[in-house]
């Protein structure tokens, strides 16, 4: 995972900025009949017709965002494209087009570019996106990401944060705490690799937790089953930062409470196991470890059972009274307020 691939090592300088552009663009092929121009003018050109307009952006800073010593760039582009596609997804819209703007030192060659748009192109591919332009320039510091998600609704499909109501259910997607964890690992096998180079990381007991860390995939396929389901969520967001972080900010945009129940929160096996291990407790990962991109939303009760016995889904908990206060209810029956860092044990 930490080994040298770039063994070539074309410099940035001799193709130049439009040689660069024009290199890492050649091959993007454009699917949706919304995007009239794509790379090559001053501005692309869409067209939406009768639909509403989707834009989301995000800028990802090396040192802060990602380390690359064991994110490699493939792995970079993709989840970049991932982070900007699952918002998207959260207000219950398609995605169709990125633009794609990076900053890069003299130290990355062409080579490293090259494979960081290898990500970007398979993302591209994998959930049918345009890339339609962006912005190359140089940084003195390190890499910079910035990637713009353009995505389409109907407007009566469109879902935001601040329409839950007391008595709604509150589901996620998937399970939780994978990522963070698969981060914990790499970065324990970072120091091991620092103090000796020769060893050889056995990482098969973490692989689910590695995949979710490298290469998370933005639901997609949720939005999708919901409509085949015929479920509008009331309020909707992506799990990016954390359980807990993401509940607080549906109940306060919808001024309602919320009671989580923490013997629902679904977790992996292996997370169960590697918090153990790392002496972990797993409610907190799951609650504050970020970067699941699972789609957390509610449900009016009338439409449980169209979710119900669904493997995608899991209720964990459901919308009350503002009054009531946002808890989590502990394995023990305990009530125990919730905040953005998870919960607060002092109450
Ligand atoms: P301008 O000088 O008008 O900003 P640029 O020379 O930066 O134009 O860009 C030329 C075209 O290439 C534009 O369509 C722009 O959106 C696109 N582009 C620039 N950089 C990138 C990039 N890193 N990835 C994808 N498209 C890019
Ligand atoms: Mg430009």
Not at 94 to 106: D, H, P, R
Not at 180 to 204: A, I, M
Request: net charge negative; with cysteine; charged share 20%.
């Amino acid at each position: 995972m930490i080994e040298d691939k770039n063994q070539a090592r074309t410099s940035l300088a001799e193709l130049g900025e439009f040689g660069l552009i024009k290199h890492l663009t050649q091959n993007f092929k454009i699917a949706h009949t919304t995007t009239i121009k794509g790379v090559g003018d001053d501005a692309a050109v869409l067209d939406f017709k009768n639909k509403q307009v989707l834009v989301t952006t995000d800028l990802l800073i090396e040192g802060v965002h990602f380390d690359l010593s064991y994110m490699p760039l493939k792995h970079l582009g993709y989840k970049a494209v991932m982070a900007n596609l699952s918002d998207v997804y959260a207000m219950n819209g398609a995605a169709s087009q990125i633009t794609v703007s990076i900053a890069v030192s003299n130290r990355f060659p062409l080579e490293a570019i090259e494979e960081l748009y290898e990500g970007i192109h398979l993302a591209c591919k994998n959930y049918t996106i345009d890339l339609v332009g962006g912005d190359t320039t140089s940084s003195v510091t390190g890499l910079l990401i910035s990637i713009t998600a353009i995505g389409e609704a109907k407007a009566a499909d469109v879902v935001y944060r601040n329409m839950a109501k007391p008595n709604d259910l509150l589901v996620v997607t998937g399970d939780l705490g994978a990522a963070y964890l698969g981060l914990q690992v790499l970065e324990r096998e970072k120091q091991v690799f620092e103090v000796n180079p020769n060893s050889q990381p056995d990482l098969t007991n973490y692989s689910y937790l590695i995949e979710r860390q490298l290469k998370p995939e933005a639901r997609k396929d949720i939005v999708k089953l919901l409509q085949d389901l015929d479920v509008k969520p009331t309020a909707m967001i992506d799990i990016s930062d954390g359980l807990s972080s993401e509940i607080l900010h549906i109940c306060d945009q919808s001024k309602v409470g919320c009671s989580l129940y923490e013997e629902k929160i679904p977790l992996d096996p292996q997370v169960i196991a590697t918090c153990e291990e790392f002496d972990l407790n797993s409610t907190t990962i799951a609650l504050s470890g970020g970067e699941d991109y699972e789609l957390l939303f509610t449900i009016s009760q009338e439409d449980f059972p169209k979710i119900k016995g669904n493997p995608h889904f899991t209720v964990i908990g459901h919308i009350t009274d503002k009054s009531q206060g946002i808890n989590l209810v502990t394995r023990a029956g305990q009530q125990i307020e919730l905040t953005a860092q998870g919960w607060n044990s002092i109450k």
